[in-house]
C-alpha cells in the first residue's frame, strides 16, 4: 500500500512528523492542502463532531471514518484506537478492521475499558503495565501486514 510505505518513510527521516487530527474527507483535503504529510483520525475529534465523547465510539465507526477519509485523501492516517476496544482478546478484531480499512498506523494508549473522559477532569484511569504490554504484543500477533506500525502511548507521563 502506498499510505503504508509513505508512512514507513516519513517515520524513518529524522525529522519530527507533525500529524493533524481529521474526522471526514473535507478536514483530511484541507490539511493535505496545508503541506501535512501525515494525518491523525482521533477519537475525541470524531466524538465531538458526533456530539458524543470517544468513550461512545466504536471500532466500527473509526474504520467506517477512516475509509471515507481514504477515498478522498492519499495521506497516511494514524488511527487513535483508544485502549484499542478491549483485552488482548479482543485487539485481533481491532488490528484485523485497522488493516482492512487500510491504516498504516493504529496507536494504542493504556486506558481502562470502558473508556473513561479523564481528560475533562484531570484523571487518569490506567491499566496495570503488564495488561498493556499484553495487548501490545497481541497486536503485533494479529497483523497481518508486518508494515503496519503499532504505536503504544500511555499517559503515565501526566500523573
Partial sequence: MIARSKMRELLAGTRGNVAPAVFNPLSAKLAQAAGFEMLYLGGGTLG?????LEANLNITELAQAGIE???ACDLPLI???AA????????HHTIGLTEAAGFPAIEIE????PKRAHHHVGLEH???PELMAAKIREAVRARRDPGL???ARTNAVRQ
Avoid: N, S
Fill in 79 to 81: 488511527l487513535d484506537a
Fill in 48 to 52: 465531538y463532531l458526533k456530539c458524543c
Fill in 126 to 128: 490506567m491499566v496495570e
Fill in 110 to 113: 493504556d486506558q481502562i475499558l
Fill in 84 to 91: 484499542g476496544f478491549g483485552d488482548p482478546m479482543h485487539i
Fill in 69 to 71: 477519509i481514504r477515498a
Fill in 149 to 151: 506500525v503499532i504505536i
